[in-house]
């Protein structure tokens, strides 16, 4: 069994280049395994590892004044959900493209217990703000999904449907696209905002199976794919190509191959990226024989 811990915090943090090379020799040195990113605007990670290595990374972070009050979320995961670690500079923890949002200036958050009862109201506009490959597999009924490819897709769209004058409800994965998202609708004059408190993951960890009102299975960007209530594992894998979740009828339909397309991407692939996902698998197939574990292309 793998602890997991996923945690994001926005602030002001000029100086946030300089934690990168102790950042990395954190994590080698507690044999964690998983991603952070940093950035001016603040810091967004999720890291696999043992209880002791989780810690020493939390510890760190809040000996950090910009995130003394870093709150993160924790899961488990059967199998390794990362093969390696990266921690990287960005210029956005979660790319919006827009510069000069105010993320203090965020919706208000509605805790999982309360959730339902919120997103029952006729009158309010519930919106998935994660990407079209992720709902496929599943989101809360009734919620608006905004077709985009990309969360920098989103301003565009809510600049075509959504009125200032909307009580609108959002969602995302962890939530940290929502923080994001939010603040954008206020800066344009939304008032009436809300969004999942720490999103479909704490929903699906606090609410019971038997009381959710979540249908389908949550993807998630690690190993496991996607998670059910509870957080158990779901029964997903994914296309290395396009991202896309694939179940049972997918992995047996024309145009899946392993490590290298799927029904959704076959025909639209580059033959040079089809030759580079299939050199790719057939290391790892090699690997698997031997014995090992391929890390990488």
């Known amino acids: 069994m793998y602890d997991v811990m996923a945690f994001y915090a926005f602030a002001s943090w000029p100086a946030f280049e300089t934690h990168r090379p102790a950042l990395k020799g954190l994590c ?19 890291v696999a590892g043992s209880p002791h290595g989780l810690e020493a990374l939390l510890d760190y972070l809040h000996a950090l004044p910009e995130f003394s009050e870093l709150t993160p979320r924790y899961s488990t995961a059967q199998d390794p959900p990362f093969r390696k670690m990266k921690v990287r500079l960005k210029k956005e923890i979660v790319t919006l493209g827009i510069d000069g949002i105010d993320v203090s200036n965020t919706a208000t958050h509605v805790a999982p217990a309360d959730w339902d009862r919120l997103i029952s109201d006729p009158d309010v506009v519930l919106v998935d703000t994660r990407n079209d490959y992720e709902i496929a597999i599943g989101s809360f009924p009734g919620a608006i999904n905004p077709h985009t490819n990309s969360f920098g897709d989103f301003p565009a769209w809510a600049a075509e449907n959504l009125k200032p004058t909307d009580t609108v409800a959002m969602f995302c994965t962890g939530g940290i696209r929502c923080e994001k998202a939010t603040a954008y609708l206020k800066q344009q004059g939304f008032d009436d905002v809300y969004q999942l408190q720490g999103g479909i993951l ?9 009381d959710t009102n979540w249908q389908g299975e949550c993807y998630v960007f690690d190993e496991r794919v996607s998670v059910r209530p509870g957080l158990v594992p779901g029964r997903y894998k994914v296309c290395v190509n396009c991202n896309s979740a694939l179940g049972r009828e997918e992995l047996t339909a024309p145009g899946y ?23 790719r698998q057939r290391q790892i197939e090699l690997a698997e024989a031997r014995g090992e574990h391929h890390l990488g292309p």
């Not at 704490?202 to 038997?210: N, R, S, T």
Request: aromatic content about 4%; proline content about 8%.
């Open 28 to 46: 080698s040195d507690n044999s964690l395994t998983g991603s952070i990113l940093l950035a001016p605007e603040g810091v967004n990670g999720t």
């Open 257 to 279: 191959e392993r490590g290298v397309t799927c029904p959704t991407c076959v025909d639209s692939i580059s033959p040079e990226r089809r030759a580079r996902f299939a050199e």
């Open 202 to 210: 704490k929903y699906l960890k606090e609410i019971p199976a038997q």
